[in-house]
């Protein structure tokens, strides 16, 4: 009995991790969209006020270094950012943990 709440435990954590996951890539999308509509309309507006003086460029550069970043973490293409990186760094401190207990008691 105790297998199959052990089975279930983790089919619910592989449940929760895939929404997580979703979650985290409607909220890219978002910021995308955000991002794309936003500026859109922001260079409408700095062409049509003020031709003679771009500053569109600027929300258009630092808030897309933002979409970028956002979008390397939720894909995990950056592997500092990536959930394979914090699973080996929490097993590393864990494995540390484990070593200096036992060396406590040695």
Known sequence: MAVIMEINH?????????KKKVEDIKGFYSNLTAYIGVNIVLIFINLYTTP???????PL????????????KVFEIFPVLGKGWEE?????????????RNNKWQ
């Open 61 to 72: 550069i630092w808030w897309g270094v933002g979409v970028v970043f956002h979008g390397l």
């Open 10 to 18: 983790n089919e619910e954590d592989k449940y929760y991790l895939a």
């Open 88 to 100: 080996r760094k929490i097993r590393e401190i864990m494995e540390k943990e484990k070593n200096n």
């Open 52 to 58: 003679h003086h771009l500053w569109f460029y600027w």
